[in-house]
């Protein structure tokens, strides 16, 4: 038997996901939440879904959808509320994934305690958590991972990792995302509880959504960042988004375990971006990844450097393949007669968006730990909020708290 699975908040992006989910050949049953019912009703009513969902599987309640008998969650909720979802999901028996990022708000000291209320439930539940993180399913991250695997980096030496979102980006405008998610009733609660914050003078900082810059490195490495030194650039023209904000751009420095370094940035207010919006670049003793480049010395021993060998995959090269009926279900979405996975074209940020859904439903099935669990999803974090710490003591260095690493399976 597959997997049921109840998919909450159908704005944008759970929109954008709900096709996945339901077309997995693991996935039997897909449920539907909004607070809105139009938007359940815009994906309930698309072709074919009768399939897989029954019109009693329609919740408008959070908490009605947790006491189905649903094997997991998806949430796709505003940014404020994931993690308190995702702990009283995990908490209720459902396995959970979350768009990211693990939790948003201006105060640094509440992610950190979700944080911790995560980690604490994935361990004491048993239930899986998985944070889908874009970046981390890209096709250089994927390729990356290969090559470390092999230890083609040799020793890891600097990395960079960079996410850069103008505000008023052409494709992608900050302030309309941020328009529409104070809309509806969840939108509109918001505006109330973020005069707390406001009247406690707490200043948000663009490090507090650090997943998509950090989390290519860190994975590449699998490593931790163990100290951070971080600095900010103030929006100088008071531009209303940026009014709870200390920082409207921050740059930091982070020293990793492994003995290399990391530089991040996390941009919302300037001109362009210097490669791509979301990158990395990680540079090793004998190989080294850079604008879509791989570049190998081939030294396997000191003195042992050849002449650098440079190459450029294709996108597909890059890619880790999927199962090829996973490839053919997702397919169908777009091409209901098809009967070819070769010719399936991973599409979303970047690509990643059928390998996040393939890895948690498939995770699921095969109950294991989900790549990007729960204690990865706070490390991520937790560097970004360490880095906006950082920020605002004028680059003063400090620890990143440590959130352990899962039990052994
Ligand atoms: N690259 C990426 O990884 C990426 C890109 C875009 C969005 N996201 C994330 O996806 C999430 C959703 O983004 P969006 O633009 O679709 O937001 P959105 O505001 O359009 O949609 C959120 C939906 O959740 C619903 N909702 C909120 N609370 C609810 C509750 N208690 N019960 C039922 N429904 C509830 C709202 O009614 C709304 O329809 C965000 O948190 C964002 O960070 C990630």
Wanted: proline share 6%; glycine share 8%.
């Amino acid at each position: 038997m597959g997997i049921s699975l109840g998919i909450v908040g159908l704005g944008s992006f759970g929109k954008a996901f709900a096709a996945l989910f339901r077309s997995h050949p693991l996935v039997d049953r897909i449920a539907l939440c909004d607070l809105e019912p139009d938007r359940a009703k815009e994906v309930a009513t698309r072709p074919g879904w009768d399939r897989k969902f029954r019109t009693q599987d329609y919740y408008r309640d959070y908490e009605d959808l947790l006491k189905s008998d649903v094997d997991a969650v998806a949430i796709f909720t505003q940014p404020w509320l994931h993690a308190p979802q995702a702990v009283h999901a995990l908490e209720t028996g459902k396995h959970v994934y979350s768009a990211v990022p693990v939790l948003w708000t201006p105060d640094g000291d509440e992610i950190l305690e979700w944080c911790g209320r995560l980690t604490d439930a994935s361990r004491q539940t048993g239930m899986l958590y998985m944070l889908g993180e874009t970046t981390f399913y890209r096709a250089e991250t994927m390729f990356c991972r290969r090559k470390a695997q092999e230890r083609a980096f040799g020793e890891f030496v600097y990395a960079e990792g960079e996410y850069i979102h103008d505000l008023d980006d052409t494709g992608c405008s900050l302030r309309d995302v941020q328009k529409s998610r104070t809309t509806g009733q969840a939108g509109l609660r918001w505006l109330e509880m973020k005069e707390t914050y406001r009247r406690n003078g707490i200043l948000d900082g663009p490090m507090h959504y650090p997943t998509h810059s950090v989390s290519g490195p860190i994975s590449v490495m699998r490593t931790r960042a163990e100290t951070v030194t971080a600095h900010g650039y103030r929006n100088r023209n008071n531009d209303p988004y940026f009014a709870d904000h200390a920082f409207s751009n921050e740059t930091a420095f982070f020293r990793l375990r492994n003995g290399a370094s990391l530089r991040v940035l996390e941009f919302r207010e300037v001109a362009g971006s210097f490669h791509s919006s979301e990158t990395f670049r990680i540079a090793g003793t004998r190989g080294m990844y850079a604008e879509g480049e791989w570049k190998d010395n081939q030294r396997t021993e000191p003195f042992s450097a050849r002449t650098v060998e440079i190459s450029r995959p294709t996108v597909e090269e890059m890619r880790d393949p999927l199962p090829p009926e996973v490839a053919l279900a997702f397919h169908r979405i777009k091409h209901p007669d098809t009967t070819e996975p070769a010719d399936f074209t991973s599409e979303g940020h970047g690509g990643s968006h059928p390998y996040l859904v393939h890895e948690f439903i498939d995770a699921v099935s095969n109950n294991r730990l989900p790549a990007i669990h729960a204690w990865e999803a706070a490390h991520y974090t937790a560097m970004g909020v360490t880095a906006h710490k950082s920020a605002l003591r004028h680059g003063e260095s400090l620890s990143i708290p440590d959130f352990g690493e899962p039990p052994a399976e």
